[in-house]
């Protein structure tokens, strides 16, 4: 069956420091992975949306890359601030075969220390 | 920047009763979706509504759920008879031409 797995419930890192996140995923080709900001009682935030014919994504202080191979896409904060602290969720969709149903991964809470 | 509006920001409702969740998604969109996140758990698809029709749901979306776009600017879920473990966040979402999902900020359930 589909999985989505956010490796760490947790990161703390300090302010300045850049942040890596990992999603993995199992079943899904081709896939159309995306990252998500969610704050505490708010709605998920579309950051970026990277497929999977695609190495790498960036905007401002964001990047993400995918690895086919591993079926992983990576997640980089760099220059981070404590207004970055936030849970962060990947999702994938199958958009390709018509289903934009979004399956989330259960989300890495950052914790940027001033 | 057009975002999308959900109403009520909080629903407390009794086991049993039917409720109503309100959404008016982005203007221009075509594809419209609901989703519910438990409290500590992950966001979960519903539904996804396009052409005045379900397209996809998943199966948490049973018989007692049902959605609808009554005119041409709002969206709703209903929940015919809550269960208490209906209690959770139900977000609203819309996607154009770029399929980009926006997310509103959410309804909270409380099934007492």
């Known amino acids: 069956s589909q999985k989505i797995e956010q490796n760490s419930e947790a990161l703390n890192i300090q302010e300045g420091k850049t942040a890596t996140l990992t999603c993995n995923y199992t079943?899904?080709?081709?896939?159309?992975l995306q990252w998500y900001r969610q704050d505490p009682g708010r709605g998920p935030v579309f950051l970026l949306l990277?497929?999977?014919?695609?190495k790498e994504k960036r905007k401002e202080r964001l990047k993400v890359t995918f690895d086919t191979t591993l079926k992983q896409s990576l997640f980089h904060i760099t220059a981070s601030q404590p207004a970055d602290s936030a849970t962060y969720l990947c999702a994938l969709d199958k958009r390709d075969t018509g289903r934009r149903a979004l399956t989330f991964g259960s989300g890495t809470r950052l914790q940027v220390q001033p | 920047e057009p975002e999308v509006t959900q109403t009520p920001s909080h629903q407390v409702t009794q086991m049993g009763q039917e409720v109503i969740l309100r959404c008016v998604p982005i203007s221009n969109h075509l594809y419209f979706y609901w989703y519910r996140q438990i409290l500590g758990q992950k966001v979960e698809f519903l539904v996804s509504f396009y052409n005045n029709e379900i397209s996809e749901k998943s199966e948490i979306f049973d018989d007692q759920f049902s959605v609808e776009r009554p005119d041409g600017s709002n969206f709703t879920l209903k929940i015919r008879s809550t269960k208490l473990e209906d209690s959770a966040m139900y977000f609203c979402?819309?996607?154009?031409?770029?399929?980009?999902?926006?997310f509103g900020p959410g309804t909270r359930l409380t099934v007492l």
């Open positions: 079943n899904y080709s081709p896939a159309y």
């Open positions: 979402a819309s996607s154009g031409s770029t399929d980009t999902q926006y």
């Open positions: 990277i497929r999977e014919n695609e």
